[in-house]
T-cell receptor, first 114, second 116 residues
Framework: EPEVTQTPSHQVTQMGQEVILRCVPI?????FYWYRQILGQKVEFLVS????????KSEIFDDQFSVERPDGSNFTLKIRSTKLEDSAMYFC????????????FGQGTRLTVV | AQSVTQLGSHVSVSEGALVLLRCNYS??????LFWYVQYPNQGLQLLLK??????LVKGINGFEAEFKKSETSFHLTKPSAHMSDAAEYFC??????????????FGKGTRLSVIA
């Protein structure tokens, strides 16, 4: 069964460092998303991506964040200068069509900023 | 703004007992509604979804949910709990059926424990 894969599963970084979280969406999917979940809180939308550009983003997704689809298979989330409050589980998702179709989620990357 | 409220951060049931996980939503337009499950150390897996048509929707693993517009609810049920149902369950709403690629809004999640 096709799946969304995320690497690494756990990333520890020092405050102020840049991190790149990687995702490989399902190959025929066209819509890509990043969500995050701070421990004990809701899963929150960060950004959606379609046709090589951001289609929607939340207030959380400020200038410290960027997304990229560098090579047609990977979908990355970059945090330029991490803060303690960026510590969270980050989920990548993809869907074939718009969100009325099933969105497939990856296993998540747990980011710990120390 | 859309929102989702899941009543009870933790629900504990005996094996074989009814599972009821509550979800209420707020939406200014007709919603699309979803339940996702997260098993330990795994990603979010779609259990079931309501878009249009029949208000009682059946999902995987014997779960079902009923969309009740008058109550703005989409509670998840399973007649008989199994040990393997122990997981975190998330209710989610899609804000608009007119706008494509709209993000999901999630509830806080409910952790289901099943006692032998």
């Amino acid at each position: 069964e096709p799946e969304v894969t995320q690497t690494p599963s756990h990333q520890v970084t020092q405050m102020g460092q840049e991190v790149i979280l990687r995702c490989v969406p399902i190959s025929n999917h066209l819509y890509f998303y990043w969500y995050r979940q701070i421990l004990g809180q809701k899963v929150e939308f960060l950004v959606s991506f379609y046709n090589n550009e951001i289609s929607e983003k939340s207030e959380i997704f400020d200038d410290q964040f960027s997304v990229e689809r560098p090579d047609g298979s990977n979908f990355t989330l970059k945090i330029r200068s991490t803060k303690l409050e960026d510590s969270a589980m980050y989920f990548c998702a993809s869907s074939e069509k718009v969100f009325t179709a099933e969105a497939f989620f990856g296993q998540g990357t747990r980011l710990t900023v120390v | 703004a859309q929102s989702v409220t899941q009543l009870g951060s933790h629900v504990s049931v005996s094996e074989g007992a009814l599972v009821l996980l509550r979800c209420n939503y707020s939406s200014s337009v007709p919603p699309y509604l979803f339940w996702y499950v997260q098993y330990p150390n795994q990603g979010l897996q779609l259990l079931l979804k309501y878009t249009t048509g029949a208000t009682l929707v059946k999902g995987i693993n014997g779960f079902e949910a009923e969309f009740k517009k008058s109550e703005t609810s989409f509670h998840l049920t399973k007649p008989s709990a199994h040990m393997s149902d122990a997981a975190e369950y998330f209710c989610a709403v899609s804000p608009s059926r007119r706008s494509g690629n709209t993000p999901l809004v999630f509830g806080k999640g409910t952790r289901l424990s099943v006692i032998a």
